[in-house]
């Protein structure tokens, strides 16, 4: 049949026109922009929670007294700003005056520039510390209360120091974790898997997004064709596999780039968060960048090209049963679902990955694009499973290359009302 | 070394669209394809095409089946106008040459100067929807002639042109029959396949009713018509009793009579001259094709058979 005639090189002429047409609609440019501007602002968002939080800050000024372990501020600061003392924008900021002058520290809170000062003084009796805050916040008010058990702790240390040990030695205690049956061996870590779920997660939804909102173009860019007619005059240019191919890598080629543009957008704005974060707020932040697992990215990749390829065949098929652009949304719902379930089932899936229905969902080219990608990042997973869905996904490719071909030019060629799949198959036996 | 169709079939369901059509057109020929709407002329060209394929019998090019046939064998204006809305015009054309094989520089100066020709060179850089009806047709019938295809199928090209732009397209026509190309046309536009056409077929139902030289179908009826008129006598009642005379028509500029297979049309001349008449007009001519399309078609057939694009609104 002449239909399969060589591909190339109108496939290709058909793709760049695609492409071309369009990256240049106002709505791909705005798009694109809007989307892109939006990321970058997203990857912000924390300086701005700090810059938020900065207000909320009491700056405290302690002048110590002779004879204090030496890790008395990190203890004080750490306890203090407990566990959040890891980010950028700590409730307290604690500096310290070794035996200053209290007079002047007294200046300097008096003139405002702190909020609230301790004087740490040593009783000659029992040799404990003892501390004075002067401030003018609340004696209940929430700073000063979370002062107190501060406070208590330096004079906990301090005591054990004059004892001969530390709260870091106590601390440093060691704990050993065992299952209920010894003899079974060391505790599961579950901490790896709670990251490495959420890494699953944002790739699933990078492919899911990718399907569903570029699939819809190819099926967009069909409709059109035979809503203006071209339909008929590219029927004798061309063949119906080169117009298929033509149109999916086009409209492919063009997602990618706005999902490329997006994802710049996305990492350019984390590796500004340290320096807008340092000019903003004089502080570094703290590092947002995970570990990808080069494996992982390359199955990505792999599976997002290939998913997205069989996706969009599909939907240049349906696409080709509509006469209007307005009828693209209600032909193309039984694959909108098709991909929804794909998306819904590795988010179960996730959660029980060595489950046997995971396990054969992995292979099927419907749904492997999203859980043999699951499998894959959690790490479980045999080389030769994932070669095998590959292999089943691009022959399922290619049969659904041949059946959209199929539907596509019987398609084309029937206008009106919507079609019904049998009538479409009825003509594609008795087209070319 | 001809097109040949045929006792091509082809059934769309509960509509015979062509039924046992067969058909020759000669190389460098003008044919014409006449029917009323839905009498398979679309369906016919898809066939030559290879757009569609036959339920039965075959199309040959050169006495090689048209599935082998190069596709830029072809050219093809179909009904159905259509182009890239948002592409300016250059640039459609230059594509749709280069999915044809041509290369793109020797394609944009074809554009250039086939504008030229239509008188409409300042439309290179327009888009599509900017362009009138009449012009968008112009620039489709450059489209289908780019790559310099040895048949040209047009459906209905002269639909919905205006008398100056239809006359540029009849001029391009000739060009490229001088040039030596097949060009087959289907229209129900009588005058211009008389104008244009060596040979016709008259399809109906799917079923060619009459086909050949345009000619010998106007002779194939064996009947005459004989255009007559008289000073001072417009009625011309005598007329009507001549033996294997029939009026056909009354007018105040003339009157026409048939006159039946065997007659002699000249008895006419001699009875009014006989009658001492002063003859103003007379005229022998073969019917028309327009009285041979409606004694074989009959009446347009008013019940909608079409297969034919319903218009959408786009």
């Known amino acids: 049949m002449k239909g399969w005639r060589t591909l190339f090189p109108n496939a290709w002429y058909v793709a760049v026109r695609e492409y071309r047409s369009r990256v240049r609609t106002r709505s791909f440019v705005l798009g694109t922009v809007l989307l892109a501007v939006i990321a970058f602002a997203a990857t912000q968002l924390p300086v701005l929670v700090d810059f938020a939080a900065g207000s909320s800050q009491t700056r405290l000024e302690v002048v110590s007294t002779p004879g204090m372990p030496a890790d008395s501020l990190s203890l004080l600061s750490e306890t203090l700003n407990g566990q959040i003392s890891a980010t950028a924008h700590p409730p307290f900021v604690v500096s310290w005056l070794a035996e200053g002058d209290i007079a002047s520290a007294q200046q300097a809170l008096e003139n405002g520039k702190f909020d609230a000062l301790l004087i740490v003084d040593r009783d000659p009796a029992s040799k404990n510390l003892t501390f004075t805050l002067r401030t003018d916040l609340a004696s209940d008010g929430p700073v000063v209360t979370s002062i107190r058990p501060a406070v208590a702790l330096l004079a906990l240390d301090d005591a054990l120091a004059r004892a001969g040990t530390s709260i870091g030695a106590v601390q440093a205690t060691p704990l050993t974790v065992l299952p209920v049956n010894p003899s079974a061996g060391p505790a599961n870590s579950v901490s790896r898997e709670v990251s490495t779920d959420l890494l699953s997660t944002g790739l699933i939804v990078l492919i899911f997004m990718a399907i569903i909102t570029y699939g819809v173009w190819v099926a967009m860019s069909v409709a059109e064709e035979k809503g203006s007619r071209v339909m008929e005059l590219m029927l004798n240019a061309t063949t119906p596999l080169q117009m298929l191919a033509g149109k999916v890598i086009g409209n492919g080629a063009a997602g990618l780039t706005q999902y490329g543009i997006i994802l710049a957008a996305v990492v350019g704005g984390l590796l500004a968060q340290g320096p807008i974060h340092k000019a903003v707020l004089g502080t570094d932040a703290g590092n947002t960048f995970g570990g990808l697992d080069p494996v992982v990215l390359a199955a990505f990749v792999i599976l997002f090209v290939l998913g997205f390829l069989m996706y969009s065949l599909l939907y240049a098929a349906l696409g080709s049963l509509v006469s209007r652009q307005e009828d693209v949304q209600s032909a193309t719902s039984p694959l909108m679902m098709l991909i929804i379930a794909g998306y819904v089932m590795s988010v179960f899936g996730l959660q029980a990955i060595d489950d046997t229905w995971v396990k054969i969902a992995s292979f099927v080219p419907f749904f492997s694009p999203y859980l043999m990608l699951a499998r894959v990042s959690m790490g479980h997973v045999e080389a030769w499973e994932f070669g095998l869905a590959v292999l089943l996904l691009v022959i399922s490719i290619a049969v659904a290359l041949f059946v959209a071909a199929r539907i596509y030019s019987a398609g084309v060629l029937l206008y009106g009302q919507r079609l019904s799949l049998r009538q479409v198959l009825s003509a594609a036996r008795v087209s070319r | ?314």
């Open chain 2, 1 to 314: 070394m001809s097109l040949l169709i045929d006792s091509v079939s082809k059934r769309f369901g509960e509509v015979q669209a062509l039924d046992d059509v067969s058909l020759e057109i000669e190389p460098g020929e003008v044919f014409g394809f006449l029917g009323a709407n839905g009498a398979g002329k679309t369906t016919a060209m898809r066939i030559v095409l290879d757009i569609l394929r036959p339920d039965s019998g075959t199309v040959t090019w050169n006495g090689k089946p048209n599935t082998e046939a190069p596709r830029e064998t072809w050219g093809y204006l179909p009904e159905e106008r259509g182009l890239y809305a948002k592409m300016n015009v250059l640039e459609q054309l230059v594509f749709f040459a280069r999915l044809q094989g041509v290369e793109s520089k020797a394609a944009e100066h074809e554009v250039r100067e086939w504008l030229e020709r239509f008188r409409i060179p300042e439309y290179a850089d327009r888009r599509a929807e900017q362009l009138s009806k009449g012009n968008q047709q112009k620039i489709q019938f450059i489209a289908a002639i780019l790559h310099d295809p040895q048949v040209l199928l047009m459906d209905e090209p002269f639909s919905g042109l205006d008398p100056v732009n239809a006359a540029l397209l009849k001029e391009a026509f000739l060009e490229m029959k001088s040039r030596g190309k097949t060009l087959i046309f289907s229209t129900h536009q009588m005058e211009t396949v008389e104008e244009l056409c060596e040979s016709i077929a008259i399809l109906d139902r799917g079923r060619v009713v009459v086909g050949g030289s345009v000619r010998d179908v106007r002779r194939s009826t064996g009947r005459q018509m004989v255009r007559l008129a008289v000073e001072g006598d417009p009625e011309m009642t005598w007329l009507g009793t001549l033996d294997g005379v029939r009026v056909t028509r009354r007018g105040q500029d003339y009157t026409e009579a048939e006159v039946a297979p065997g007659h002699d049309p000249g008895a006419v001349l001699r009875a009014a001259l006989s009658r001492g008449c002063e003859i103003r007009h007379f005229e022998m001519a073969d019917p028309t094709l327009e009285e041979i399309f409606i004694e074989q078609v009959g009446q347009i057939d008013t019940t909608e058979r079409t297969l034919a694009p319903k218009a959408v609104s786009a």
